[in-house]
């Protein structure tokens, strides 16, 4: 939903859109080819809904409360100690 408004009403907007998107779909696929860079692009695509909650809410949660659990559930787990060892001792 904010990534449609921000398309729409913002000069920049698809890029930004295309940008998030491009984020999500090569962190998932560079981690599940145990690439670096991927749980790198990961952990910075995680915060993109929170960019786009700020830049249309102006309040970092946003209109759903349990959407902002699983995004800060999702940041987390992928900052998790255990999560980045694995990421160091694995991934190339």
Do not use: C
């Amino acid at each position: 939903m904010e990534l449609g408004y921000i398309r729409r009403f913002f000069t920049l907007g698809p890029v930004y859109g295309l940008v998030v998107i491009a984020a999500h779909v090569l962190g998932g696929l560079l981690m599940a080819n145990e690439r670096k860079i991927g749980y790198k692009l990961a952990v910075v695509a995680s915060f993109t809904p929170f960019i786009s909650n700020l830049i249309v809410y102006r309040s970092l949660i946003g209109v759903s409360f349990l959407s902002a659990i699983f995004d800060i559930a999702l940041i987390a787990l992928l900052l998790h100690t255990q999560s980045r060892s694995h990421q160091q001792v694995w991934f190339r």
